[in-house]
């Protein structure tokens, strides 16, 4: 569900841009990416199965 | 640099970041390699690097914009790092089918490193941050409104994979079902 909430934030972002909200459309993509490395690190679960 | 010929490169990185994600729906539709957690995850992260041009070719050059994608692609290359860190060890068979011999993470991984090499390059020339000479030749021309309108509408097509795959769950970490549909691919 959470990938898809980020695609559609992506989208919205992009509407956004499109209706000429630069301030909106800058804000909701740093929230956005910042959404992203939060869920990379949230699903970083698996531990990496290297020798080091 | 001029401010057009840094817009026409912006314009062109678009059409790269629509290549990208076509060839993704094509594995997904074509053979049947529906995408597991992290790939719609670096899918996101290369919607998100398509922000940074769209800014620039809506409203006009500025650093806060290549900021943007710069952003994205880092995120990007560190998802993509960490899939071929899962499959690295040997006789691993990795995941999903190769493309030329190097499995999609591996050429994600690639891709997000030579965008940031690439507007890292570009934020070189500060010329283009200067006035807004020929900027009205490339904003607004059809060779730009096509290619937004690529992107937007393979964006729009990832909102209904990832809907359809996931439903309102978490998504599988082998995905080979749309969920939604209840039926394979």
């Known amino acids: ?52 | 640099m001029p401010p057009s010929r840094a817009l026409a490169l912006n314009a062109i990185s678009l059409y790269a970041v629509a290549l990208i994600l076509l060839a993704a729906f094509a594995m997904q539709l074509i053979w049947n390699e529906l995408p597991c957690p992290l790939c719609q995850l670096q899918r996101i992260c290369f919607a998100l690097l398509a922000i940074g041009p769209m800014l620039n070719l809506h409203f006009g050059l500025r650093p806060s914009h290549y900021a943007v994608s710069l952003l994205a692609a880092v995120i990007g290359a560190a998802v993509a790092g960490r899939q071929v860190l899962l499959h690295i060890l040997p006789h691993d068979p990795g995941f999903g089918t190769p493309m030329l011999g190097i499995h999609l993470y591996t050429w994600a991984f690639i891709s997000f490193t030579v965008a940031f090499v690439a507007i890292s390059a570009l934020l070189c020339f500060d010329q283009q941050f200067d006035g807004d000479e020929g900027q009205d030749v490339v904003i607004g021309s059809a060779y730009v409104n096509l290619v937004i309108w690529i992107v937007v509408a393979l964006t729009a097509l990832n909102v209904a994979s990832a809907f359809l795959e996931c439903g309102f769950r978490a998504c599988p970490d082998n995905p080979t079902i749309y969920d939604l549909l209840q039926r394979r691919p």
Do not use: P, V, W
């Open chain 1, 1 to 52: 569900m959470e990938f898809t909430i980020l695609f559609l934030a992506i989208l919205i972002a992009m509407a956004l841009i499109i209706r000429g909200m630069r301030k909106a459309a800058f804000g909701l993509s740093i929230a956005i990416a910042f959404a992203a490395a939060a869920t990379l690190l949230h699903h970083s679960t698996d531990a990496l199965n290297l020798s080091f």
